[in-house]
C-alpha cells in the first residue's frame, strides 16, 4: 500500500481503485459508499450480508484498500468523523490555471463518455418512449438531485404538459404518491449523497406497479432490483467536490430524444411557449434571437 493511500479514507481508497474491482467487489464497495454514516455501527459479517456478498469478500476488499481488517476501517470513520463531507488534497500554491482547467475538462469529457458508453441503447428508447407517452412524468429528487430534477423537470416541460418535481417545498411524498397512476412515469433522481431511505420509497413505488426510471451514479449497488430502468453517471470530480456533467449530458439527451420522439406536438407546445415569453415579457428575447451570433464570435476567436 502507498503512503499516498494510507492517508486516505476509505471513500478515497476505493474512488481510486473503483474501476479495477471485479463485479462483487464493486458491489460491496458501493454498499460501503451508500451507507458511509453508519458503516461503524456495522460488523464483517453484517456488512457482508447487507451487500449480499461473503464475509470472505469483505475481507480480500478491506486487504486491497490497505486495511488490516474491518476494525481498522471502523476506527477510521469514529476518528474521522466526517463521512460525506468533501475533502480533498490541498493543491501546489505554484500550480496554474491552465493545468487547473485542463484536469477540469478531462474529467468531464471522461466521465460523459464512460457514462453514455454503459447506458443500454433499448433501455434507453424505452425511457423515451415512457416519457413521451406518459400521462404525467413525476420527478423525485432530494438535496442535489432536487437541482438535476429541476433542470430535467424544465427541459421536458419545453416538449410535454404534465411534468412535476416532487417533493413539493415543505411537502411530504405521501400525498402525492397517493394519486400515481400505471399511466404515470416516475423518473428517480439518485446520484450519490443521496438520502439513505430514497430506496424504500423505490420500492414502495414499485410494488404500486409503477414504472420507474432511476438516475444514479455509476457505484450505486442493485439499482436493478429497485427500478425498471436505471441510467448510472460517472461524477467523479477532479475536487473535493463531484461532477455533474455526465448527469447533464443525460438530461440534455433524454429531453431532445424526447422532442424527436414527439416532434409535432413538440413543435407546436414549443411555439405556444415562445409567443408567450413575448406576450409577457418573461425572457430578452433579442439575446435568445441573436445566438448565433455568439457562436460565430467563439468560432472566430
Known sequence: ??????????????????????????????????????????????????????????TRLLQRLGYKDFSEVKKQVRAARRWGTPIAEKQPENRSLSTLFQDYVTCDQSNIRRTLESINSQDYQTAVRWISRADKVYIIGYRNNHALGLHLRQQLTQCRSGVQLLPLPGQTLGEEIAGFTREDVIIIMGVRRRPSWLKNVMISLRQKGLRLLYITDHADANPHEISDLHFPCVVRGVSAFDSYASVMNLISMLASSVYQESYDSANERIQTIENAYQTLNELDMAALNNGALIDDFSDNE
Do not use: F, W
Open 1 to 58: 500500500m502507498t503512503q499516498k493511500m494510507q492517508d486516505q479514507s476509505i471513500e478515497q481508497r476505493i474512488k481510486l481503485i473503483y474501476d479495477q474491482l471485479s463485479p462483487t467487489q464493486q458491489k460491496l464497495a458501493a454498499c460501503i459508499l451508500n451507507h458511509q454514516g453508519d458503516i461503524a455501527t456495522y460488523s464483517a459479517t453484517e456488512l457482508a450480508k447487507l451487500a449480499d456478498v461473503s464475509k470472505s469478500a469483505v
